[in-house]
């Protein structure tokens, strides 16, 4: 089984390296959300209870590492429509294989991803203002692969059961792109009105991010917000990927049934 994993994780880095493009739709285009937004926000919005000398640029930049993230998983989990569409997927599902192997290479692959493009991105903290430590950069690195998993395993529970790509990325927007504006990476929960101030708490994101948040401010506050606890965000997040993952499981043998 864990050969299985290995080849199939290892398809998605090789699928990458041939797609080129992929790098453009995935981290080119949530750092010119960051430069755009963020230097054109920063001098006429100051996010509530944020510390003395925090730019909108800094605030913004936790929340575009969890956007690369997000646009990582899209790319990759729809691959699972397009290898059904080319049969290849029906080869692996006819393999005496466990359906969670199938899935656990997919989401390890796509993770994978994620993560890369997201340490290439945590190069560009001194822009937003941020000195990162040591432990405070492999803190950011492994709650990117959490949340990265999570996102993946989000993806691949919408892919299984789809078979058009267009109708994945319609999906796909409306439930990534709305669970990422609510999880306080454009604007803070703190004065929103009280039905949304509960939906960011809903928000499974929120407490990645959270997390993200307070790696990056590992030697000092970044903010003064307030924000859930590392150790109950991290809970959040593990929890979110092992629901999430387990869906995609649940979701894979059934439609390998049909």
């Given at each position: 089984m864990m050969r299985a994993v290995r080849s199939l994780w290892w398809r998605e880095i090789l699928r990458f390296g041939r797609q080129r493009s992929r790098v453009t739709g995935a981290l080119v285009q949530p750092l010119l959300f960051w430069?755009?937004?963020?230097?054109?926000?920063?001098?006429s919005f100051r996010p509530p209870g944020a510390a003395p000398g925090l730019s909108y640029l800094a605030y913004l930049y936790p929340g575009i590492l969890v956007l690369v993230?997000?646009?990582?998983?899209?790319?990759?989990?729809?691959s699972t429509v397009e290898d059904r569409q080319s049969g290849?997927?029906?080869?692996?599902?006819?393999?005496?294989?466990?359906?969670?192997?199938?899935?656990?290479g997919q989401a390890l692959g796509g993770t994978t991803l994620a993560v890369?493009?997201?340490?290439?991105?945590?190069l560009l903290a001194p822009l937003a203002g941020l000195s990162l430590s040591l432990p405070g950069l492999l803190a950011s690195v492994l709650v990117l692969a959490l949340v990265g998993f999570g996102l993946t395993s989000?993806?691949?529970v919408?892919?299984?059961?789809l078979e058009s790509t267009q109708g994945f990325h319609a999906i796909m927007n409306l439930i990534l792109i709305p669970i990422w504006l609510m999880s306080g990476a454009f604007f803070p929960s703190g004065g929103v009105a009280t039905p949304l101030a509960w939906v960011?708490?809903?928000?499974?994101?929120?407490?990645?991010?959270a997390a993200l948040r307070r790696c990056l401010a590992f030697r000092g506050a970044m903010t003064a917000e307030e924000l859930p606890g590392l150790a109950f965000s991290l809970t959040i997040t593990v929890l979110f990927g092992a629901a999430m993952f387990a869906a995609a499981a649940t979701?894979?043998?059934r439609s390998s049934a049909h």
């Open positions: 430069m755009l937004l963020g230097g054109g926000l920063s001098a993230l997000l646009f990582t998983a899209i790319f990759a989990t729809i290849f997927l029906q080869g692996v599902l006819a393999a005496p294989l466990a359906r969670s192997g199938i899935v656990l890369g493009q997201g340490a290439i991105l945590l989000l993806g691949l919408i892919a299984w059961r960011m708490r809903l928000d499974p994101l929120t407490y990645g991010l979701t894979a043998r």
